[in-house]
């Protein structure tokens, strides 16, 4: 997301909080649940009713394009980024209610604090979900993946945490578990979580992007006929690589 937001000085043989970086932080805000079809012109227009806006993001899927709800507003002067939380925070836009905040340089104790639900009833909204979870923890944002075409859930939603040990909890205390009204336990696991490979989701885009079309190469095919690896052409590998690209900027409060 943003860069240089998290710079860091050394003083007195410590490290602390450089001075742009807290500058910036009292000017930088986050945008939660904004509507899919909001663009990042009509973001900036709405945030420059308030004040100058130095730069403006709309956070979208790398794979996809499709926007994944929530961006970053900077503004040149920290009295602007306030009067945007008190004016724009909780604002009506569609079917969605934005959540504005001030975003803050990451840490450790917010890395790895997203977590992949999977075998959600079908009738389980937004809120719903965010019920079940609130209890072990601050929700910075939450989503219920919904088909494209039919817009029903596809059981399947994504939690992210203030801080990584409320994740840890809400693990330990709903995998497995049979939420209210269903009949099937749900699996609560960490999403993209690259230190520990074996339990990491696959992105956003896995489920979001239709299925390329083969155009470069042929199958191998695997001796028991049961396997066979298809090369990625050179823009698959491209994206994929592009997919892996780190962002220096999380959101907090």
Same mark, same amino acid.
Do not use: W
């Given at each position: /997301?943003?860069?240089? /937001? ?8 410590? %490290?602390?909080?450089?001075?742009? %970086?807290?500058?910036? %932080?009292?000017? $930088? ?8 079809? /909001? ?9 420059? *009713?308030? @004040? ?6 709309? #956070? ?10 929530? @961006?970053?507003? $900077? ?13 724009? $925070? ?10 504005? =905040?001030?975003?803050?340089? *990451? =840490?450790? &104790?917010?890395?790895? &604090? ?9 009738? /389980? ?8 979870? %609130? ?6 944002? =939450? ?26 909890? &809400? ?25 520990? $490979?074996?339990?990491? #989701? ?6 979001? &992007? ?22 990625? =052409? ?20």
């Amino acid at each position: /997301m943003a860069n240089g /937001m998290d710079t860091v000085v050394q003083q007195n043989g410590g %490290s602390t909080l450089g001075q742009t %970086s807290q500058e910036e %932080s009292k000017t $930088n805000l986050i945008v939660n649940y904004l509507p899919q079809s /909001m663009t990042q012109d009509e973001i900036r227009s709405l945030f420059s *009713s308030i @004040g100058e806006v130095e730069s403006c993001k709309l #956070i979208r899927d790398k794979l996809s394009g499709q926007s994944l709800g929530y @961006g970053f507003v $900077n503004y040149h002067r920290p009295e602007d980024a306030e009067k945007a939380i008190n004016t724009l $925070n909780g604002l009506r836009l569609q079917n969605k209610t934005i959540k504005v =905040s001030y975003a803050r340089p *990451s =840490s450790e &104790a917010i890395k790895g &604090a997203n977590l992949y639900v999977s075998g959600l009833p079908k009738n /389980m909204a937004q809120q719903d979900l965010e019920n079940l979870f %609130s209890p072990y923890g601050r929700i910075i944002t =939450s989503r219920i993946l919904c088909d494209n075409i039919t817009g029903l859930s596809k059981g399947v939603g994504f939690i992210r945490f203030d801080q990584r040990v409320e994740a840890e909890r &809400a693990i330990q205390e709903l995998n497995g578990t049979i939420p209210k009204g269903s009949s099937e336990p749900i699996t609560v696991k960490f999403a993209n979580n690259p230190s520990n $490979n074996n339990k990491a #989701i696959p992105p956003l885009a896995a489920y979001l &992007a239709p299925q390329a079309t083969r155009r470069f190469g042929g199958p191998i095919h695997h001796p028991t006929g049961r396997f066979r690896y298809i090369p990625l =052409s050179p823009l698959s590998r491209y994206l994929l690589a592009s997919t892996r690209s780190t962002q220096g900027f999380h959101y907090l409060s």
